[in-house]
T-cell receptor, first 110, second 114 residues
Framework: GEDVEQSLFLSVREGDSSVINCTYT??????LYWYKQEPGAGLQLLTY?????DMKQDQRLTVLLNKKDKHLSLRIADTQTGDSAIYFC??????????FGKGTRLHILP | EPEVTQTPSHQVTQMGQEVILRCVPI?????FYWYRQILGQKVEFLVS????????KSEIFDDQFSVERPDGSNFTLKIRSTKLEDSAMYFC????????????FGPGTRLLVL
């Protein structure tokens, strides 16, 4: 079945760039998403990319998509303490369901 | 900016009791969804709803679950007889359309079944 995989933890020094990686299996995915979840809070849509794009930039966020390898990444430039959260990679399948990864917990080191 | 809201934020219930989780989707949205996240696990799709009908449901969404849009604004998830394993965060989402339209998520209801 469809699956989305991502590493569970990432530690980054404040001011450095964070890169969170994700792989997915569904070659018919149309949209791929990054959601952010802060402690005790809901899912906040950070950004998304259409499957015919290979890059999208939005302020400090850069999304790279390698459709051939089914690899998605999120780069956060100049990481701040407020970026500390769990980041979920997700893809929309042909039935319009969103399939989520387990989430990557981003920890910011001072 | 319009947002999806959910009530209550937390609910504690006894096993076997019925619970109703409420959601108010974004007002002009037409597609509605429920997802759940068991602690430490992935967010999982439960059901999608459009035009007063279930469009799609996962194998998790068994006969104990039902959804309803009782009026023009609310979208509810009912669990008829809760089990311990129903303890999870339940997220409602809505979108304007399918396909290219993004699903916007509410803040979730944390359900604890004792």
């Amino acid at each position: 079945g469809e699956d989305v995989e991502q590493s569970l933890f990432l530690s980054v020094r404040e001011g450095d760039s964070s890169v969170i990686n994700c792989t997915y299996t569904d070659s018919s995915s149309t949209y791929l998403y990054w959601y952010k979840q802060e402690p005790g809070a809901g899912l906040q849509l950070l950004t998304y990319i259409f499957s015919n794009m290979d890059m999208k930039q939005d302020q400090r966020l850069t999304v790279l998509l390698n459709k051939k390898d089914k690899h998605l990444s999120l780069r956060i430039a100049d990481t701040q303490t407020g970026d500390s959260a769990i980041y979920f990679c997700a893809e929309k399948d042909r039935d319009d369901k969103i399939i989520f990864g387990k989430g990557t917990r981003l920890h910011i080191l001072p | 900016e319009p947002e999806v809201t959910q009530t209550p934020s937390h609910q504690v219930t006894q096993m076997g009791q019925e619970v109703i989780l409420r959601c108010v989707p974004i007002s002009n949205h037409l597609y509605f969804y429920w997802y759940r996240q068991i602690l430490g696990q992935k967010v999982e799709f439960l059901v999608s709803f459009y035009n007063n009908e279930i469009s799609e449901k996962s194998e998790i969404f068994d006969d104990q679950f039902s959804v309803e849009r009782p009026d023009g604004s609310n979208f509810t998830l009912k669990i008829r007889s809760t089990k311990l394993e129903d303890s999870a965060m339940y997220f409602c989402a809505s979108s304007l359309a399918q396909g290219r339209e993004t699903q916007y998520f509410g803040p979730g209801t944390r359900l604890l079944v004792l």
